[in-house]
Structure formats: C-alpha cells, structure tokens
C-alpha cells in the first residue's frame, strides 16, 4: 500500500508542472448576438457558450441563446409577431490554429429550438430538434481576450423542418 501511495505522489509531481504549462487553453467561454435567418423571418438573441478542448485541435461546446429581437410578419393576411424563445445545443469541434491567436474552426452538433408566434391574442409555440453544423474562426486579442465570428447551419428533423441559418459576433475568453 505504501508504494502505491508513493507512486501516486511521484506521478502527481511529474504531471503537474505539465498540467501548469497550459491550465488557460482548455476551457473557453463567450457571449454575443446572434441573428436567425429563417424563411418565415429574421430573429435575434443572445447566446453564450461554454467549451472545453481536449487536443489544440479537438473540443466540445455547450450553447444557449434567447431571444432578443422579434419580427412582426404577416401570413395569410394576418399580422403576426414571431418570437425566439429559447436554443440549446452541444457540438463537437475541430479547431487549425493559424497563429497563435487566430485559429479557424468547424463544428457539428445537434440543438433544439422554440418559437412562438402570436398574433390578436392567440399565441402558439413550435419547438424543433436539429442536427447542427457550422465554421468560424476566433482571434485573440492578448492570448485570453478575443472575438468569435461564427455561421451555422440548423437542420430541423421533422418533415416540414426545414432550415435555419445563423451568424454570430461574440466576446471569447479562455480561461
């Protein structure tokens, strides 16, 4: 028992100086606007995420959005509000660092989204799941502090789905 106690000590300072080298790189974390184009109308809201990189080159991203900007449109001759209620998706990503502050990344994933149109009193909400795929690319400023540009592309399951692009501008920080 005294020799795996001294094992486990002498592996855990061997390991720790590496895990210190880079503690900043593996997990990131953003928040900014991202606007919804869809053909019935073009929506708004805010959205952060949280990822964690297991490689320089491979991660995984926990998104959440809600809306801010609705848009009134009209069907059928009836004016009607849609509204962005809420996202949530988890995507893998495959980062290429071009620099050490510019790296271009693809991701897929998969999401759920809710909107709600309303029009004289009457309201109904739609929700849909999607398999998510997109590319962007985040510059860092001063190695922690960045930008995040980023375009995806949600492909909603059910038969009448459809699609949705969105394009997103956001603050990134790697922590």
Request: no cysteine; hydrophobic share 35%; glycine share 14%.
């Amino acid at each position: 028992m005294r020799n795996v106690l001294l094992a486990t000590a002498a592996l855990t300072l061997i390991a720790a100086p590496a895990m210190a080298q880079d503690p900043a790189s593996r997990v990131t974390g953003s928040i900014g606007y991202t606007q919804l184009d869809g053909d019935d109308g073009d929506l708004g809201a805010v959205t952060g995420r949280v990822g964690y990189d297991f490689t320089r080159n491979l991660g995984i991203e926990g998104e959440a959005s809600v809306g801010v900007k609705d848009q009134d449109v009209t069907f059928g001759g009836v004016n009607t509000t849609l509204e962005h209620e809420y996202d949530a998706a988890v995507y893998g990503v495959a980062k290429l660092p071009l620099s050490e502050n510019l790296e271009l990344f693809g991701r897929v994933g998969y999401g759920t989204t809710e909107v709600k149109a309303s029009t004289a009193g009457f309201a109904a909400t739609e929700d849909g799941e999607s398999v998510n795929y997109g590319v962007g690319a985040n510059y860092f400023i001063d190695g922690r502090n960045g930008i995040r540009a980023d375009w995806t592309r949600r492909d909603f399951q059910e038969d009448n789905g459809g699609e949705l692009d969105t394009y997103g501008l956001s603050f990134v920080r790697r922590f």
